[in-house]
């Protein structure tokens, strides 16, 4: 078998062989079996995925906690410190008072267990105080970025239903009306010696609810358990979390890496460093780890790269250093190894709903030349991971399918969205009664040393500076534009290969000019500055491409005022054909009330691969790339969905079924990438 070495390696082509020979086998053997009941996976190959890869998870003791966890820390060494900021020390017997007799306040003011608690707080001492008092108190505290627009704070304190919201006199202006303002910056050294019961929580219950970017517009609120932190953070061995030992508290609190910063060194008997910069920067860190004998350390893909770039001496100090968030860039990877021997890097990869990690890799040095990507690395403690078919069935190592991820680290699901929650969060086919997958969305695959690697996405979400982003959401903002008929928003590499969001635009009419942001046209706070657009592409119309997905690779970024395209002619852009099949996920008018289009087309069905919607008056077959185009004929990769195209469709392919072709078009050919 011959296949081109930057895609496959000699491993990979003999799994392949292997498994394509054990099927052709179970074939001959069975002529009269389903196509369902064929083997496609080797019984070896079935055995490490289930029980050599994955180690069965351990049961869960529902009296810890994570404020039962730390007592015993503040217990053992009351005078070890707990945390450090510049020149000041908190010690556990601190930590501890303080944050009791905070938790004595909030249940005066009729905190109890199971409530919320909305905190406006940014990196600092008080806020690792107010998160370990609203534990013991028995809420669920709700970090809420204080760069957010008004509007997104508000929604996120209405919905998490954080009656009371903990802040600083800096931030008393953004809590909404109708809520409880407490200002850790007043109380903090004050003492409260009122009555204290002890809250009715275990396990299960929410630790913290945690929102990220949501694809209908709307942030989508996760909610994570006491288990699920003390998966990532209690008896493991993918990092040193020795007593004594310092990490680094980099990362805001409202992104899930405060998790691992916070809770790693506190219920460890380690010391938390909290970094005095708003937004680190290489010589900061630098300083911040030389100051504190910082040992372990948490970046982004994002700022790594921007540190390497910078002066790799900047992390000479550490020991051991985490990066992630998105995929990990080679060179830079290379570059770090080269220029600190004594660092250890690993990949660190896991969503927010499944608490921080999921999946560890320690990069060895040197590098093989000619690597193509980073692996994801083996599951954590009490943790499992599944690449799957679109069925939920074991796919062959070496053949790309949705990387699922269950174990202890799983969110309960997301905060009234049970609908949602039933499609993400599924149950676990190959695991006992009761356990849980969720699904990724993300394209992975086995390599044969056990490792996972990461080939990509199958909807339009990405990370932009380790910020999980719907692309969806930002094109939900900009089509509150009056003069915007339809738009896709796709994440392209700028000059120095750093993502960056890009925002293809279709006016109302010919006549119609973007001006300012696309993405604050009507409401300048919809979007935080991250999520708007870097650049902005604007025509009357915009041409079908051959499929939907190869799209947003091959549309080039052309300027606002550019000329129209040349498939565009002015015959061609009539208020009937004007919208069309946009990059990736693209909306379009019908979706809209004052949309011109028939009504018919809003109830018409959406693709399931690319999330498109229909852009015209009728309903046609949406070409998307296939998803798992290991595992899956590409003649069954079509969906229902839209495109009304201004270009030759491409040649029919014989259908693989027998189908009537008048009631639907014919089943065509996915080209293969």
């Known amino acids: 078998m011959d296949a081109a070495a930057s895609l496959m390696d000699p491993a990979a082509i003999d799994q392949l062989l292997a498994a394509l020979a054990d099927t052709a086998h179970d074939l001959i053997e069975r002529p009269d079996a389903a196509l369902s009941d064929i083997r496609t996976q080797p019984q070896a190959d079935r055995a490490d995925q289930l029980e050599g890869w994955n180690t069965a998870l351990t049961p869960v003791d529902p009296a810890l906690t994570v404020p039962a966890m730390f007592a015993r820390q503040a217990a053992t060494s ?3 410190i707990a945390i450090a900021q510049g020149d000041a020390r908190m010690s556990y017997g ?90 850790v910056d007043e109380q903090q050294d004050k003492q409260n010696r009122s009555s204290w019961n002890p809250p009715a929580i275990d396990a299960e219950s929410v630790a913290y609810v945690m929102y990220t970017s949501g694809s209908t517009g709307t942030p989508k609120g996760i909610e994570i358990c006491h288990r699920s932190i003390l998966r990532l953070v209690v008896g493991v061995d993918y990092v040193d979390l020795a007593p004594g030992l310092a990490m680094l508290h980099a990362a805001p609190l409202g992104f899930d890496a405060a998790t691992l910063e916070i809770w790693g060194p506190l219920l460890n008997g380690g010391c938390c460093v909290i970094h005095d910069e708003r937004v680190p920067t290489g010589a900061g860190l630098a300083r911040t780890i030389e ?109 790309v399918g949705e990387l699922c991820i269950g174990g202890h680290g799983l969110a309960r699901g997301y905060l009234l969205q049970p609908a949602l929650s039933a499609e993400r969060f599924v149950p676990d086919p190959f695991g006992a009664p009761g356990e849980r997958l969720y699904r990724t969305g993300d394209l992975a695959r086995w390599l044969p040393d056990g490792t996972i690697e990461f080939i990509g996405r199958r909807d339009g979400q990405v990370k932009i500076h380790g910020h999980r982003i719907e692309t969806g959401e ?54 935080r500055r991250r999520w708007c657009p870097r650049r902005r592409c604007g025509s009357p119309g915009c041409p079908s491409p051959p499929t939907a997905s190869s799209t947003a690779r091959r549309c080039p970024i052309r300027p606002a005022n550019a000329p129209s395209l040349p498939s565009l002619s002015r015959k061609r852009a009539t208020p009937s054909s004007s919208a069309c099949a946009m990059p990736s996920r693209a909306r379009c008018a019908s979706r809209r009330s004052d949309a011109t289009t028939t009504s018919s087309t809003s109830a018409a069905i959406r693709c399931s691969c690319c999330r498109c919607w229909p852009t015209c008056g009728r309903t046609r077959w949406c070409r998307c790339r296939p998803i798992f185009s290991s595992a899956i004929p590409r003649q069954k990769r079509w969906v229902r969905g839209c495109s009304r195209r201004t270009i030759s469709p491409p040649r029919p392919l014989r259908p693989v079924s027998r189908i009537d072709r008048t009631q639907r078009p014919p089943i065509l050919k996915t080209p293969w990438r």
């Not at 860039?329 to 499944?354: D, F, I, K, M």
């Not at 008929?485 to 293809?504: E, I, K, M, T």
Request: some cysteine; proline content about 9%; overall charge neutral.
């Open 78 to 80: 009351p005078d070890a």
């Open 474 to 527: 930002v094109e939900a903002a900009i089509l509150a534009h009056p003069a915007i008929q339809s738009c896709a928003v796709v994440a392209r590499p700028d000059g120095n290969g750093q993502l960056r969001l890009v925002a293809y635009l279709v006016s109302r009419s010919a006549q119609e000019r973007f001006r300012g942001t696309p993405c604050a046209p009507t409401s300048p706070s919809a979007c």
């Open 291 to 399: 100051r504190h004998g910082v040992h372990t350390a948490w970046l982004t893909a994002a700022l790594f790269n921007a540190v390497i770039d910078d002066d790799p001496a900047h992390l000479a100090g550490l020991r051991h250093l985490f990066t992630g968030g998105e995929a990990l860039s080679v060179p830079h990877v290379r570059r770090a190894l080269a220029a600190l021997p004594q660092l250890a890097l690993s990949n660190g990869y896991g969503p927010t709903e499944c608490t921080t990690f999921a999946a560890t890799h320690r990069i060895a040095a040197p590098l093989p030349e000619g690597l193509r990507s980073i692996p994801l690395g083996r599951p954590i403690k009490d943790t499992v991971l599944r690449v799957l078919s679109p069925s939920m069935a074991l796919l062959p190592t070496g053949f």
């Open 94 to 183: 601190e930590l501890d008072r303080s944050s009791s007799d905070l938790a004595r306040h909030l249940q005066s003011l009729g905190v109890q267990a199971g409530d919320s608690v909305g905190m406006l707080l940014d990196r600092s001492m008080p806020a690792i105080v107010a998160q370990l008092a609203i534990l013991k108190a028995g809420g669920a505290y709700v970090p809420v970025p204080t760069d957010y627009p008004a509007e997104r704070i508000a929604y996120m304190l209405a919905e998490a239903g954080a009656h009371r919201v903990l802040a600083t006199r800096e931030h008393r202006h953004l809590v909404p009306p109708h809520h409880g303002v407490f200002l």
